[in-house]
């Protein structure tokens, strides 16, 4: 049984950072693509950033390149989002999720996804 549990959200200032932890199980992530979405209230699920478990090649949405780094660590079957230079615009519940495809993930879907965890930046 698939499972992602994400922790780390919290409380920050603008500028602050914060890593993101998503725990997985009941899989392997080199058969999968990992990745990371936010929804902010009032507005759409966005995706933010993928990793191809297979060579660690990893996708961004332009508003977070630069400042945003997704990792995954395969010995702890382990995905983690770093995020440095916040942004009262990061402000979101983010969500660990995975998918067969990369297409798909990159286009806002996914297989499974955890309950999200939130992240507040104020200004």
């Known amino acids: 049984q698939v499972q992602l549990v994400e922790s780390g959200g919290g409380l920050v200032q603008a500028g602050d950072s914060l890593r993101l932890s998503c725990a997985a199980s009941g899989f392997t992530c080199t058969s999968s693509h990992m990745g990371w979405f936010r929804q902010a209230p009032g507005k759409e699920r966005e995706f933010v950033a993928a990793?191809?478990?297979?060579?660690?090649?990893?996708y961004y949405t332009d508003s977070v390149k630069g400042r945003f780094t997704i990792s995954r660590d395969d010995a702890k079957n382990m995905v983690y989002l770093q995020m440095n230079s916040l942004k009262p615009e990061d402000t979101a519940d983010y969500y660990c999720?995975?998918?067969?495809?990369?297409?798909?993930?990159?286009?806002?879907?996914?297989?499974?996804r955890g309950q999200g965890t939130q992240v507040t930046v104020s200004s």
């Open positions: 999720a995975k998918s067969r495809s990369m297409v798909t993930m990159r286009a806002g879907e996914f297989d499974y």
């Open positions: 990793i191809r478990c297979i060579d660690g090649v990893a």
